[in-house]
């Protein structure tokens, strides 16, 4: 507490808020400061998710350019560079992917662990009025997080289909890449296009709602930084300062 500003405050009031701290701080000890970390580890997987997002969408549009270029009427490039860059790109894609995957999963898990437990503080608070307030919040942030898994989830079930149709694709063409064989391909072209749009509207929605998760939950302080330069200004704060390359947002 910054004692200079309990100086300045009437000497009642003064005397409550000293009276209060002294009261509570057997409930709101150091260690219960973990909590505000499992907080800021929510955001972190948060912003992850939004990160792999973005990637996926930069992979899968490699992926359909590649092979937009292979069946395009004109071709006429060197086949076996052009399908080993198509095939290349897909695997970038799908592995992209598991990458989205594995950024979800744990940002569920962790989100089931910072919603139970601020259920559990709202049961523990004294006052009706903060535990409304707080309920209030909890639900405020639990539909923006809903959003978040409102959009991702349809979003990695048509990146699957996306890159089950591009997988066959790899596989016919490896055994059998001609003229006749490409044209039979290309009624399927639209149909493969249309789905791409439908996984980028999603994965764009993903992106906009963990940017809103994040700009409405960030910890005080951090709300004009970015989630990196935040780390780093945490970490000087409490002397152990990250490494510059390591540190970049």
Known sequence: MNWQHVRRLPSGLA???????ASVS???GPSNGKGLDLVDDLLDRVEGV????????????????SFAALVAPGFDGDPLTAYTLFADAVAE???QARDLDDAVEPMKATASDVFDRWSRNLAAM???AMREHSQTRLDETRRRYQAILDAVEPARAALAEVHAV?????LFLKNDFNASAVAE???GVVALVELARKVDAQLVATQEAAQVYVRSTALRGQEQLSRGQARVRSEQAAGTPRPLAAAAP
């Open 15 to 21: 005397c409550l808020l000293l009276a209060g701290c």
């Open 26 to 28: 057997g409930l709101f």
């Open 50 to 65: 939004h990160v792999e997002s973005v990637l996926c969408r930069e992979r899968m549009k490699d992926a359909l350019s």
């Open 93 to 95: 894609s799908v592995q």
């Open 126 to 128: 004294s006052s009706p």
């Open 166 to 170: 591009l997988g066959d694709h790899v």
């Open 185 to 187: 391909l290309e009624q």
